[in-house]
Each structure stands twice: as structure tokens, then as C-alpha cells.
């Protein structure tokens, strides 16, 4: 078929689930066009192979497959980690993270296939979908944006029954009830047992993290050293970036660390029940946290605080293509220009445990905080600062204290 006469064109966003495969001769039906579909490796693991050709064999015109590990590492990762972005104090936004990866990687798709549309297997009930077509909206606002599982309101059994009905291989059926979503910075648990927020999650959901009870007993203790606030090597041996998280995320994950249980409020309007699985990354926040206080001004500090905030509600929410976050971006890096140095850690029964940390760059002096005799702060001084700062609480007090009380009741009729 020349190109002057091919079909048009849609790429998907596919996972290999049952949504996304099911959208295959759907979207192909519905819209007499081509399916093309990608998947983007962000160290989710799995056949992606099986994935590709799952793809095909349900009637996908070409399967791309795009090696994103290291590229979401240093890409997605390492700026809002270097901001300290943590969603409600809580969340490393692995997900969340991924999705702007995705976005692009559709967009570049449509644009060099020529698709007049992409589409994605996301529900109108998460968060997903906004950060997704929010993206293709940024990167390729031509682009048509089609949501299958928002229109076609089949069920599970009834998504097998229309490709079955097709004689197309269906996939066999979910054994699991819970719903989960895994790359190299975090895997996210939800649905089944866990939408009670009072119950326990059972350790089933688990697969990156030891319980406590089999974690080793004794501690493990290890430095890790950071440049500008990226981590770059651990025990004094450099790794790149995709490996030293994949390198943290089993050594801590055989200690415990990284569970988190997150009731968080969706952009939807909605709150949702959240197991998190990130050793690598709960690991790490603490560490660079704990050398940006050795090497950061108190202002530094608080201020970060509050950028890092607005990172994690701009990722969450979708809004990674914006000015806003290039803005923070550019902030992030300035102020992270000092936090170098070595952190050590103590991993324990699924604590991970600040133990130390050093700096060329410590603002820390011994001389002025010690109280042996190597002593050099100016005692001295202190009288006439304290003069000073307690000059303002010293006038008013004197001021309105001495003025009268108003009359409990006054003005009552």
C-alpha cells in the first residue's frame, strides 16, 4: 500500500492489560484506522517482548517498544527528586513521574506515524488520564485525543466476550484483586481489600519490601554520596542512575524500608487508599534531605520546602510540560548547587535511619557549636543581640500592655 492510500493512523498507549488490548480492534473498528501501539520500559519488568506481540497478534499494525529506564531516571527522577517532591508528604510520585514519559513518547509517535489521534486505556475515575492527555495537549495539540474505557462501558467479562467473539486470544482471567502499577521508582497498590482504609494491607501486596519480622536482624549501614543533590555513588562505588536506584531499591526493600500507606487526595475530587512500595526512594529523600541541612542557609531551607510542595502537586497533577515547573527547575538547581557530600544511613527492621553526614560545603562548624574549651563563638555578643531582637516585643508590651482590658460583655443589649 503506498503512503499516498494508507489508513489513518491512531498510536496507543498499551500496556498489555485487558483494556488496552481490547482497545485494539476497538479503536481499529470504530474509527476504519491502523493501530499503532507503544510501550515505554520504565523498569516495570515482565515479558515486554510478550507485550509487543500480544499487540500484534489482536490486530495492531506496527508495536513499539521504547527503553525509557535510564532516560525517566535522569529525565523525570532525579528533577523532582532534587526537589524534594514528595505528594502530601507522603508519595514519591513514581507513577505520577512516568506519565509525562509517556506522553511524550505518544506524542513523538503520532508525529512520525503520522496518527491523527492517540489514545489510552486510562478510566474517567483516575488520575491518569488527566496526566496524559494534559501532556499530549502541551506537546501535540493537533492530536486527537480518544479515551476507549471512557466511552465503551464494557466490564471485564464483557471486554473478554468482544474479543473472543472476534477470534482474537483474550487474556486469561485477572487472578489478582488488587490493581497495580510498577516502575523502577516505586510500585503502587490499590483496590480490592486496601479501598477500606481500616484494614491492614495483607503482605501479599508486597513484593519490593521484607516485613519486619523477616527482615535481617542486624543493621546495615551504608554511605551514599551525592553531587548537587543527585546521588551518584554508594559504599564509595559509582553507579549510573538506573543503577543505583535498581541497586538501593533491593538492598533497602531486603531491610523493610520503603512501605508506605497513603489515604491522598486525587485531582479528581476524590480521596483513594494507596499502598506505596519505593525503598530506593524513601531511602534517599531522607539522605538528601539530611545533607541539605548541613549545607543549606535556615531560608534555604524553609524555602524549599514550600517549592518542593509545588513540584509534587505540578507532577501529580499533570502540569510537567509547563513554564512553572521550568521555573522551579531553574530555582532547584541553584539551591542545589552546595548539597554535596556523604550521608550514611542505618537500615533496620524498616527504618532507614540518618547517621551521619559531612560536606565540603558544611555550613556546620564545630568551633562555634562546641562548648569545650575549642569554643570561638563570642558569648559576649550575645547581650547586645538579644537587646536588639527583643527591642519590638519590649515597646509594645510596654505600650498597649499597661492599657486596660476591654469589659467582658461591653456592647450587649
Known sequence: MSSGSRKA??????????????????????????????????????????????????????????????????????????????????YPLATALSRPLIARSLAEAAISEGAFAVAHGCTGKGNDQVRIEVGIMALAPEVKVIAPAREWGMSRDEEVEFLRARNLPALAK???????????????????????????????????????????????????????????????EKRSPLALVEHLNMVAGKHGVGRIDHLENRLVGIKSREIYEAPAAVLLHKARRALETITLAKEQVRFKDYVAQQYADLVYNGLWFTPHREDLDAYVQSVERSVTGSVRMRLHKGNATVVGRKSPNALYSYELATYDKQDQFDHRASEGFIKVFGLPSKTQNRVQRSQPAAKKGRGKR
Open 9 to 90: 493512523r491512531i498510536v496507543l498507549a498499551y500496556s498489555g492489560g485487558l483494556d488496552t488490548t481490547t482497545a485494539i480492534p476497538w479503536l481499529k473498528e470504530k474509527f476504519n484506522a491502523e493501530v499503532v501501539t507503544v510501550t515505554a520500559d520504565m523498569g516495570q519488568g515482565g515479558d515486554l517482548e510478550g507485550v509487543r506481540k500480544r499487540a500484534l497478534a489482536v490486530g495492531a499494525a506496527k508495536a513499539l517498544v521504547v527503553d525509557g529506564r535510564e532516560m525517566f531516571v535522569r529525565e523525570f527522577v532525579w528533577p523532582a527528586f532534587q526537589a524534594g517532591a514528595l505528594y502530601e508528604g507522603e
Open 174 to 236: 485477572k487472578t489478582s484483586q488488587f490493581s497495580v502499577d510498577e516502575n523502577i521508582w516505586g510500585r503502587s497498590i490499590e483496590a480490592g481489600p486496601l479501598e477500606n482504609p481500616w484494614s491492614e494491607p495483607p503482605e501479599e501486596v508486597y513484593a519490593w519490601t521484607a516485613s519486619v519480622a523477616k527482615a535481617p536482624a542486624e543493621p546495615l549501614y551504608m554511605e551514599i554520596d551525592f553531587e548537587c543533590g543527585i546521588p551518584v555513588s554508594v559504599n564509595g
